[in-house]
């Protein structure tokens, strides 16, 4: 039998002790006036209001107890899951280490030759993907961890989607792809947020729409109404694919594939408890087509900067064809943000009947459509001539869009368009220019894409023993990486998170061989900061080198307009950077490798592990940064008989134990996490001293191979 509700056990209680008093009152005879009367009134009165009262208050604490019951079910969902992925990803990464190290071994010591290659890339392969396991592994920890670092800094929008494009383009290989973005004409130039981590979001959804076929993608860039009280940005993303969700929170979880050898959506787990750390929202939801949707809130603040004067706008007309119409109407929409009057002709309608370009002061047509009719109309009513290309995808070089006074390549951004706009008001009919030298003779401008250097391995760095580099790098992963490819030299590495930073380096007057330029960054991004030392005389023979992933042929012309020497793509290769070397710095040894002496297999083996290495560095600094000390955590949870938060931190320590190969340890969580599993508890205390003695030994271990 269920039990009876309070509420209705008091108005049971209630309705007797009325029922009882109306037994007794002659209800003919009543006199309405009297002091009994009133009384009588007053307490059912109360009565009612308490019986109301009570059910009210019944109601909502049964609310409450729903409430923090789905909570707490969410909550153990969301642990059980992460802990589910860090068991797989450790153990994966074990896997993958030894079968990658027992057929380097092998490929090391064989003397046949047959199938090497195809050995090799294997190797290689196994190497990338455990490059991409432990990248994931370190940003999982920091986020498990509560421990991602938030810095909010003054930012570009547009230096900011320039990163997000050289990243997608970096992690992806020749395909077809449209990307687009639609930034709202109230959006301000200038914004305070977190680049990192909102460029790591923006890139995981990115590639996660990649991953699935994708073709276009745009992301829309707009905020809050003028007099709302809160300030948010909302980054909508949307694309073609068609991917059907029952429920939201599935596509937020993760889980490994055994078919791909890959993790199902790790990227939006990331993607979106990066988002809840910087105190945002990321929400899916399907259109009416089923296409999925992401919506990406950020709270913000507009960095507020010295207002200049207003630019006077020379109104341009501008015909926009593209192939992809809502591409056209994305550049359409930032020519009329910037003042001038555009207009958008379909593909269809374009090559079917050649437009009169006479009108127009500018006309942007994709490449693909530079036909021989319509470079004949163009010479005849000599427009500036925009071609249009597509970053993703590599193109052969077309003959008839020699006619174009600039390429560009979409992405498009609003800053981007209006410095074209500015270099075609200013330019000029002469040759194209020969890469030009500075005062200082022995400073070359090098305009071309580095060549590999043969036989590179690295120690042949070790020629350049002694020399000082500044390295401006906002992504502290890069700069390790940076150094793990020259740490067996003597080379000096100074690092500037930023270009702000870096001035303040220069102006201590410190000296440096070369500079390592990013182009987007916080604060102050590579353009500005090499402006500044441009300005400086002392710095005229001081080379700069730019470093990005977005290599488009209007960003490598701003590289150069602002002072900088030559430009390398990321990520690294080993092959360019040494060819900058030769080209910018004087070799402070003679040391020479023979050609002879040098193993290819064993050199691609080992410079494949440099950025492995590195990152197994990465994760055990985290794993000591965040479990070093948790013996004493340990003991107070065994102490307080909290066996529940003993389990789930005895999860995290045996599942990463596995991914460092640290066995003793792992041994020794497996054996708590039996008990606890055959509820044992009471043998977790003999267990204390164990746990803070092996702790102990593993720290001092990690210790030893960090400083080795």
């Given amino acids: 039998m269920k039990e009876i509700p309070s509420y209705l056990f008091y108005f049971i209680l209630l309705t ?3 029922s009882a008093d109306i037994d007794i009152i002659d209800l003919k005879n009543i006199d309405t006036k009297s002091d009994d009367f009133t009384l009588w009134i007053a307490l059912f009165g109360l009565g009612a209001i308490g019986l109301i009262a009570l059910f009210l208050s019944s109601e909502q604490l049964e609310n409450f107890k729903k409430y923090i019951y789905e909570k707490q079910k969410k909550r153990d969902k969301v642990e059980q899951t992460q802990n589910q992925i860090l068991f797989d990803m450790s153990e994966n990464i074990q896997t993958i280490t030894q079968e990658t190290a027992a057929t380097a071994k092998k490929l090391a010591t064989r003397s046949e030759k047959e199938n090497l290659e195809k050995d090799l890339e294997r190797v290689i392969s196994s190497e990338h993907q455990l490059l991409s396991l432990t990248t994931n592994l370190i940003e999982f920890l920091k986020i498990k961890s509560k421990k991602v670092e938030l810095v909010n800094e003054a930012l570009k929008l547009s230096n900011l989607l320039n990163d997000i494009t050289g990243t997608l383009k970096a992690n992806t290989k020749d395909i077809d792809l449209e990307l687009m973005y639609d930034v709202k004409s109230n959006i301000p130039e200038y914004i305070i947020g977190d680049t990192l981590n ?24 707009s905020k809050d109404f003028a007099f709302s009280k809160e300030e948010n940005l909302y980054f909508t993303v949307q694309s073609d694919a068609k991917i059907d969700i029952e429920h939201e929170e599935e596509i937020f979880s993760s889980k490994y594939n055994e078919n791909t050898d890959s993790y ?25 087509k089923n296409h999925l949707e992401f919506t990406l809130k950020i709270p913000f603040k507009e960095e507020k900067k010295l207002k200049s004067a207003k630019d006077v706008v020379d109104t341009k007309k501008v015909l926009i064809v593209d192939s992809i119409s809502s591409s056209s109407a994305v550049i359409k ?72 006074d600039i390429e560009l390549s979409k992405p498009l951004t609003s800053s981007t368009l209006k410095k074209t706009i500015e270099e075609l008001s200013s330019q ?12 200082n003779k022995k400073l070359l401008v090098h305009k071309e894409v580095f060549k590999n250097s043969e036989n590179i391995d690295l120690h042949k760095f070790a020629d350049y023993n002694g020399i000082k580099i500044l390295l401006v790098e906002d992504n502290t992963i890069n700069q390790k990486v940076f150094a793990g490819v020259l740490n067996r030299t003597n080379i000096d590495i100074t690092n500037a998170n930023n270009g702000k930073e870096a001035l303040d380096i220069l102006n201590s007057n410190k000296e440096f061989d ?22 400086r005389q002392k710095f005229n023979s001081l080379p700069i080198i730019a470093l990005s992933a977005l290599t488009s042929s209007s960003e490598v012309n701003k590289m150069f307009e602002c002072g900088m020497n030559g430009y390398l793509s990321k990520p690294l290769r080993k092959e360019k950077l040494y060819t900058a070397f030769k080209l910018f710095i004087d070799k402070k040894t003679d040391t020479q490798v023979s050609p002879d002496e040098v193993d290819k297999t064993s050199q691609e083996i080992n410079d494949a592990n440099v950025t492995k290495n590195i990152l197994h560095k990465e994760i ?23 066996f529940v938060e003993v389990k789930v931190l005895s999860l995290d320590i045996r599942n990463l134990s596995s991914s460092i190969g640290a ?17 044992k508890n009471n043998r977790i205390h003999t267990y204390v001293d164990r746990y803070t003695n092996e702790l102990n030994r593993l720290n001092a271990a990690i210790d030893r191979y960090l400083n080795k």
Avoid: C, W
């Fill in 16 to 18: 007797l002790s009325l």
């Fill in 198 to 221: 909102l460029s790591k979001v923006l890139n995981n959804i990115l590639l996660y729409f990649v991953n699935n076929n994708a073709k276009e993608i745009k992301v829309t860039i």
């Fill in 264 to 288: 199902d959506t790790l990227e939006l787990f990331v993607a979106s408890e990066l988002s809840n750390l910087m105190n945002g929202e990321l929400v899916a939801k399907n259109d009416k």
């Fill in 333 to 404: 929409d930032m020519f009329v943000n910037l003042k001038h009057k555009a207009k958008t002709l379909t593909k269809q309608s374009f090559l079917a009947n050649t437009p009169d370009f006479s009108p127009y002061d500018i006309v942007i047509i994709d490449e693909k459509l530079f036909t021989d009719n319509i470079v004949e109309a163009l010479r005849k009513a000599n427009p500036k001539i925009i071609s249009l290309n597509t970053l993703f995808k590599t193109q052969k070089k077309l003959q008839n869009t020699k006619i174009a």
């Fill in 428 to 439: 000029k009919e002469t040759a194209k220019q020969e890469p030009r030298k500075s005062n």
């Fill in 514 to 535: 070369i500079i390592f330029m990013d182009i987007n960054m916080p604060v102050m991004d590579g353009y500005s900061a090499t402006t500044k030392i441009r300005a």
């Fill in 620 to 642: 055990l600094l985290e794993f000591k940064n965040i479990y070093g000390d948790s013996a004493k955590k340990f003991k107070r949870l065994v102490e307080e008989e909290n």
């Fill in 663 to 679: 066995k003793d340890m792992h041994a020794l969580m497996s054996e708590i996490l039996q008990l606890l599993s055959l509820s």
